[in-house]
């Protein structure tokens, strides 16, 4: 066995670990989700390798993600009437708004690049910080924000109820009508609807060894024996768990202004902790990083080369990374609803 062969092997087996973990958490956090709301059901099928095929199939309550869709679109969920979830995330695109940060109530700006919905599901943890514990959770915080919606939930049930489409279409599901838990019920389900399957790299993983072209494939060697597998993997190829950004090296001094989860933990050691964004679609979500200050995806790999893996990517190898990603993207699962 060369060096080259015994690296390559420690670092598939360390990604391995890493997703077993990973899906176990996801796991669990599934089984405390079913104690508030139906879940979705997801079919999903299982190859050897620390990378998971997205489901092509799911089982989902329609008419509380229709509810969900709906509330997703309307501008009552914010203080002013003029903001929607969807302002910020567009998800018949990249799941995401395309800007650096978004825009919110009267106009101000955030301070983190808006994360794409596409997937969320499959994250173990919500927000770039990772400080939410599930979709249902994560919805508190922008509704509450003021520089986002700036409203409370109250607020937005007087709005609702005022609304006949709304009080007519909540008792028709629950007899509690409209209310905190049946929003985040209708709302999550939507979320759960909002999958990619099918991306060429999917179809690879299941067998078809023409999905991927030849530079793409190098990619994927290259993606393997680098190490970038050791952080993204799993079903979502990453969302599973948290990474310190500068793992290696130095980051770039634009990427210093936040840090990450210690911002909201106030915990030392968690500086710079960073839920590992998943790389489903990542060639539709630039801006790219937390604060949204790398626009192409080109930097970006080589970003991550230098600072997380400790290496200088050649020209040839950035260019295999990127043919590999843009395989990573699928299309939004429309017979959902």
């Not at 700036?150 to 709304?166: F, G, H, M």
């Not at 060697?221 to 793992?247: A, P």
């Not at 902790?273 to 192409?296: D, I, M, Q, W």
Request: proline share 4%; with cysteine.
């Amino acid at each position: 066995m060369t060096l080259k062969d015994f690296v390559f092997l420690c670092i598939s087996f360390v990604a391995c670990i890493v997703f077993i973990i990973g899906y176990h958490l996801h796991k669990n956090k599934t089984i405390q989700h079913e104690e508030v709301f139906s879940p979705t059901q997801y079919t999903f099928q299982t190859v050897e390798g620390p990378i998971q095929p997205l489901p092509k199939e799911l089982v989902v309550d329609k008419k509380w993600a229709r509810l969900g869709e709906a509330l997703f679109h309307s501008t009552l969920l914010s203080k002013e009437n003029d903001i929607s979830c969807a302002s910020c995330h567009f998800v018949n695109e990249g799941g995401d708004d395309g800007l650096a940060i978004s825009i919110g109530h009267q106009n101000q700006s955030g301070t983190r690049n808006s994360p794409t919905v596409l997937n969320a599901v499959f994250n173990f943890r919500q927000f770039w910080d990772g400080r939410a514990a599930s979709l249902a959770e994560q919805m508190d915080g922008p509704i509450h924000n003021p520089v986002e919606m700036a409203t409370s939930w109250q607020e937005v049930i007087e709005k609702l109820n005022k609304d006949s489409y709304y009080r007519s279409a909540f008792y028709k599901l629950s007899p509690e009508g409209i209310n905190q838990k049946n929003m985040k019920r209708a709302l999550v389900t939507y979320l759960e609807s909002l999958i990619t399957p099918d991306a060429a790299f999917d179809r690879y993983l299941l067998g078809d060894q023409t999905a991927l072209n030849e530079q793409q494939k190098r990619g994927w060697e290259k993606f393997q024996s680098f190490g970038c597998i050791t952080c993204h993997q799993g079903v979502n190829i990453g969302g599973n768990f948290y990474q310190k950004l500068g793992r290696v090296d130095l980051v770039p001094e634009k990427l210093l202004n936040d840090k990450g989860l210690q911002e909201f933990t106030k915990q030392e050691n968690h500086a710079f902790l960073f839920k590992v964004p998943s790389l489903r679609n990542v060639a539709k979500t630039a801006p790219y990083f937390h604060n949204g200050t790398v626009k192409e995806l080109q930097e970006a790999i080589r970003i991550m080369g230098r600072s997380q893996l400790g290496m200088e990517l050649a020209d040839q190898d950035v260019a295999d990374i990127e043919a590999l990603l843009h395989s990573f993207s699928g299309e939004l699962m429309s017979q959902a609803l």
